[in-house]
């Protein structure tokens, strides 16, 4: 089946310093792909949702120039947290969608990275 | 509003007994509904999906079933192991056309799930 491979699982970061995230589907191309944060016992929240070649749409409450994103092939993204602190951390996934109609439609999540800023 | 709640919050049970768990949606229109299974500090993993016309799906030992009409889902997970220890998500998706947008996808908070030995 599909698979998502997101990296680095864990990072450790100061404040005031970037961190990227990537997410690469191994075995498909992934025209859409989606962020997530998520809290302790929450659901995941969708941050942003980036189509290959484009510019990602953020959702309501997110700073694009925060949380940088690009997806600049069909399998790769990448999130930017830039100038992280504290109240960044959290655990952030990815997830990619194959073209419609396509075997590897579904969404598929990456493993996740828990981000520490201290 | 669109939403999805599951229940119960969090389940302890013990290796090798059953389980059911709860999900209420209030989410139109309606395309699919799926499960998922999230361990702690990992990424969800589909374990069905169903779509209006599906009343059951089966993957394993887990076993989901939908009814449309009350818009109710639950997950029957057999013979418990430890290694169902996780949380399971609801999610449910409110229609077909992605245009590429996720923000259809609507999770539930999950319900935590604790297998003892």
């Known amino acids: 089946g599909a698979v998502v491979s997101q990296h680095p699982s864990r990072v450790i970061c ?3 310093t970037s961190v990227k995230i990537e997410c690469r589907s191994l075995d498909f ?3 859409t792909m989606f962020w997530y944060r998520q809290f302790p016992k929450q659901s995941l929240m969708l941050m942003a949702t980036s189509n290959e070649g484009s510019k ?4 309501q409450g997110v700073e694009k120039d925060k949380f940088l994103i690009n997806h600049a092939s069909l399998t790769l993204s990448t ?4 100038s992280a602190h504290p109240e960044d951390s959290s655990f952030y996934i990815c997830s990619a ?3 419609t109609g396509s075997p590897n439609y579904g969404y598929t999540f990456g493993s996740g990275t828990r981000l520490t800023v201290v | 509003k669109n939403q999805v709640e599951q ?9 090798g007994k059953n389980c059911t768990l709860q999900c209420n949606y209030t989410v139109s229109p309606f395309s699919n509904l799926r499960w998922y299974k999230q361990d702690t500090g990992r990424g969800p993993v589909s374990l069905t999906i169903m779509t209006f016309s599906e009343n059951t799906k089966s993957n394993g030992r887990y076993t989901a079933t939908l009814d449309a009409d009350t818009k109710q889902s639950s997950l029957h997970i057999t013979a418990s192991q430890l290694s169902d220890s996780a949380s399971y998500i609801c999610v449910v998706s409110s229609h077909t056309n992605y245009g590429g947008s996720q923000g259809n996808l609507i999770f539930g908070k999950g319900t935590k799930l604790s297998v003892k030995p």
Do not use: C
Request: glycine content about 8%.
């Open chain 1, 29 to 31: 191309q992934a025209t």
């Open chain 1, 79 to 82: 999130l930017t947290v830039t």
């Open chain 1, 56 to 59: 990602a749409t953020y959702e």
């Open chain 1, 14 to 16: 100061k404040s005031g």
């Open chain 2, 7 to 15: 229940s119960p919050q969090s389940l302890i049970i013990l290796e």
């Open chain 1, 97 to 99: 969608r194959g073209p």
